[in-house]
């Protein structure tokens, strides 16, 4: 058994996820419910959660805001949220789960799957990657972005990507300092992670960062040739909104 605490302070919605739990997730055992971050900051080290079930905007306390007050954080986190555009970003970059409100039991069990699949090793880093984004939102090129591997979580800035190569279903990304990561992730998933103006899926196998185009070499889809003369194709049907953008880029 899991033990969880529900955080969320609309009644309606926590009573509603209590029962999705106690119906569709046995393994889960609810120790409590907190209907504000400050009786959350009381309850946790008293109730000692292996599972935190977090509402993202609250009254008084944010979901994040709790998160920066707690001197310690020994448990996984599944945000839960309205459709926020801003929210969500942060959440993903920093490789965390979220079901977004009304919760559906059919996601629900998705995210308490992938949760018993996992282990807290990269924990921190992934909280850090977090609040470090929620500081940091007004200066994209401090924006950082929590990248699994095999052996946990690389925190990258998300400026020094150059482009990302799919590789199955792992994905090779290359920095601009020439180190290259292989991430535990498909590359749909790393473009809807990287979800920003200046990532362009240029082909089905890679995903660039614009930042980084040097010119474009004619072709039936042609190349991209991108920092230190690193050459990369570019599918038929994406040559159109390639050209597009990069004729709009600012000098």
């Given at each position: ?64 805001e709790l998160l920066e007050k707690l001197p310690t954080i020994d448990f996984d986190i599944i945000f839960t949220t309205a459709f926020d555009q801003y929210a969500l970003r942060a959440i ?136 230190n003369d690193i050459s990369v194709p570019v599918s038929r049907n994406k040559k159109d909104a390639l050209l597009k953008l990069i004729t709009h880029l600012s000098v």
């Open positions: 058994m899991i033990r969880a605490l529900i955080i969320d302070d609309e009644k309606h919605c926590s009573d509603s996820l209590l029962w999705q739990l106690k119906q569709f997730c046995p393994e889960i055992e609810i120790a409590g419910v907190c209907n504000s971050g400050e009786m959350a900051l009381q309850q946790i080290p008293a109730l000692h959660p292996q599972l935190v079930f977090l509402d993202v905007v609250m009254p008084g306390m944010s979901g994040f993903k970059l920093g490789a965390l789960d979220y079901l977004v409100k009304p919760v559906d039991k059919d996601e629900l069990r998705v995210a308490i799957d992938k949760l018993m699949q996992k282990t807290k090793f990269g924990l921190p880093k992934q909280i850090a990657a977090l609040l470090t984004h929620i500081r940091q939102s007004n200066d994209p090129s401090f924006q950082k972005v929590a990248l699994p591997t095999l052996h946990g979580y690389e925190l990258v800035p998300i400026q020094d990507i150059v482009f990302c190569e799919s590789s199955s279903n792992y994905t090779n990304i290359q920095l601009n300092n020439g180190k290259k990561l292989l991430i535990s992730r498909t590359l749909k998933e790393i473009e809807e992670l990287l979800d920003m103006a200046n990532f362009f899926r240029v082909h089905n196998s890679f995903l660039v960062n614009l930042q980084y185009a040097a010119r474009y070499i004619k072709g039936e889809g042609g190349s991209l040739i991108l920092h």
